[in-house]
């Protein structure tokens, strides 16, 4: 078992190609939606519609002018604006003061101001809003010291045209869905063929070693690189994206496994029915990875499909898997929250075990 | 003399087609078996069978003394298999290939370094040790492989056409081998498809449509054949085939 673990290790090691799907794949992908998703947030243009015009509103107005992110379009003069405003596309972000700023910060100790965003690009104006605000509650802290004021700014945010904020960072749970049932399920069943192909199956299959153990030695190292692979787009997408990271992330990791190890059972079960590379390769693609990325919520949402994929929708895996990064990514959901959908992988993942077993064993 | 693989009436049908048709016969220890057909004659499924990588529909087999049903596994550690296809890993060293087969046979570490010296000494590869088994010479590679295939010591070693592809230098030294192997007792079970090859067995089976026609050493079937090379009695007997490939 040990032997088998460690040779695993080395084949996958010297195998180029393996190398370059197993990290060099999901890297890519994780930087390209980065960079394809992430606009560059130079210069973006910002309207203002300042109703008190007073010292605070102004020195804040300044303050973001100043930035590198944004540029300073133009004041408004009524609310109905706004809208006008946001229609021809320029102007990204409106940025709202109520009147007497500056005093209702030194007096009442609380100034409120609005920022509304575009968010037809969501992931952008998720930025563009957290940039505001880190810009606003950075002036605020100046204001508090140099005065020793006790005041705080309250800056409400609205979403304008996606209020839902619908996909930002739907993409990122989605990627790291795909990528570990690709790397999981194509990596497991091409290994797996590739023993059939070159015949040292038939080698190991009279050897003593028992069919569990095979698979287990053959399974455990992608459950390790896989694991690596996850840990690694968590951190590109908390790096390029901010993904948030506040959710119950031993959770995560927990259901990350579940969700590998139901990935690796299918992978196996993938080659029971494959003799040759060229198969696994093509009904990963196929039956798998189109699939999953189609119907699991990822690019498509469910709730738009016809009845019919929607049914379909409820045995992809990956469907579920999304459905409890995105609860405790984005939600900070915990284990009650995700605990119908964690009980489905596992059935999952104990049917393809189950079902790979068999097949394993009538199949050689 | 001890008999090490025992095999009465095994049947083996795919459906309605019988691969193997009531073969009936014996090997004993130490003798070097060779089991010869046409392609399709159903040679390969009955060493499947033999080797426990397929199960038969009917019949009676003892492997090593071990029943066939029952006592599976007690056979696995005791035979050795050598497949068509070459069954080192291309991606490792022959250090390691070597180190791996013995592990999953559970030879102890030790036992498994002085096997890797000698036969790497035996088939002077010193020279090739750092280097993947991808880089070596096909000859050498058949050569490694059937060490390998013997490396737990197994009563019996199955060998499906080992030689195939392989010069003809190389095969002479390739048998040499197995002659060797089975001057230490090893029974050597063999398919082939070159006759010359089939002269070098202690007896030889020679499987017609599922069935064995023939079973006798080579010069007992020479001379019932009435010829004076094995070639000709395997032409005379395969052309009783019936079956298409």
């Not at chain 2, 078996?33 to 046409?38: D, H, I, K, N, V």
Request: a neutral charge.
């Amino acid at each position: 078992m040990k032997d088998f673990i460690i040779k695993e290790f080395k084949q996958i090691f010297r195998d180029y190609r393996s190398m370059v799907i197993l990290f060099g794949i999901p890297i890519a992908q994780v930087l390209l939606f980065g960079f394809a998703l992430t606009m560059d947030l130079n210069d973006v243009h910002f309207a203002v519609l300042d109703k008190s015009k007073d010292e605070y509103s102004k020195k804040i107005v300044d303050k973001i002018n100043s930035s590198d992110y944004f540029i300073l379009d133009q004041n408004l003069n009524s609310e109905s604006e706004i809208t006008k405003i946001f229609e021809k596309g320029i102007v990204k972000e409106v940025i709202v003061f109520e009147s007497n700023f500056t005093e209702n910060f030194i007096k009442k100790g609380t100034a409120n101001l609005q920022i509304i965003a575009d968010a037809s690009d969501p992931n952008t104006a998720n930025m563009l809003v957290n940039y505001t605000k880190a810009i606003v509650d950075n002036f605020q802290q100046t204001i508090v010291t140099e005065n020793s004021l006790k005041g705080i700014v309250i800056p409400q945010i609205e979403f304008k045209y996606n209020s839902e904020l619908k996909s930002v960072f739907m993409f990122v749970p989605g990627i790291i869905t795909i990528i570990l049932m690709l790397v999981s399920a194509m990596m497991t069943s091409i290994s797996i063929a590739r023993e059939k192909e070159l015949g040292t199956m038939e080698i190991l299959l009279v050897s003593p070693i028992k069919p569990i153990q095979i698979i287990v030695g053959k399974v455990l190292p992608y459950v390790l690189l896989s694991f690596i692979n996850f840990m690694v787009i968590l951190i590109l997408s908390f790096w390029v994206f901010g993904m948030p990271m506040d959710g119950n992330m031993f959770l995560l990791l927990v259901e990350a496994v579940l969700y590998i190890v139901m990935s690796l059972a299918l992978g196996i079960f993938i080659s029971t029915v494959s003799n040759s590379q060229q198969t696994a390769m093509l009904l990963s693609m196929f039956a798998l990875l189109l699939p999953t990325i189609l119907l699991s919520g990822f690019i498509f949402p469910i709730e738009n499909m016809p009845q019919i994929l929607q049914i379909l929708s409820n045995i992809m895996p990956s469907k579920w898997f999304i459905i409890i990064v995105k609860s405790i990514m984005l939600k900070q959901g915990s284990f009650i929250d995700v605990w119908k959908e964690t009980l489905i992988l596992i059935s999952f993942t104990v049917f393809f075990i189950v079902l790979s077993i068999k097949k394993f064993k009538i199949r050689l | 003399m001890e008999t090490v693989v025992e095999v009465k009436n095994l049947v083996k049908k795919f459906g309605n087609f019988v691969a193997n048709d009531n073969l009936t016969f014996e090997v004993k220890k130490g003798e070097i078996f060779g089991f010869l057909g046409a392609n399709g004659a159903g040679k390969t499924t009955a060493i499947k069978i033999l080797c426990g990588l397929s199960t038969p529909t009917s019949g009676e087999l003892n492997i090593a003394g071990f029943n066939i049903y029952t006592e599976r596994e007690k056979i696995k550690k005791n035979i050795g298999y050598m497949s068509q296809k070459f069954s080192l890993y291309d991606d490792l060293t022959i250090a390691e290939n070597i180190k791996f087969y013995g592990g999953i046979y559970g030879l102890s570490l030790k036992k498994i370094k002085e096997k890797t010296i000698k036969y790497i000494e035996a088939l002077n590869l010193e020279q090739y040790t750092k280097k993947m088994v991808a880089e070596l010479p096909l000859g050498i590679k058949q050569k490694l492989a059937f060490m390998v295939s013997v490396i737990h010591e197994p009563k019996i070693v199955f060998l499906d056409e080992p030689t195939s592809g392989v010069d003809p230098i190389t095969r002479r030294q390739f048998w040499d081998m197995i002659y060797n192997e089975a001057n230490k007792g090893t029974t050597i079970f063999v398919t082939t498809h070159y006759m010359d090859e089939a002269e070098y067995c202690n007896r030889i089976s020679i499987m017609v449509d599922g069935k064995i026609e023939a079973l006798d050493t080579p010069a007992n079937l020479k001379k019932t054949f009435n010829s004076n090379n094995m070639e000709n009695v395997f032409i005379q007997l395969a052309r009783k085939a019936t079956r298409i490939d």
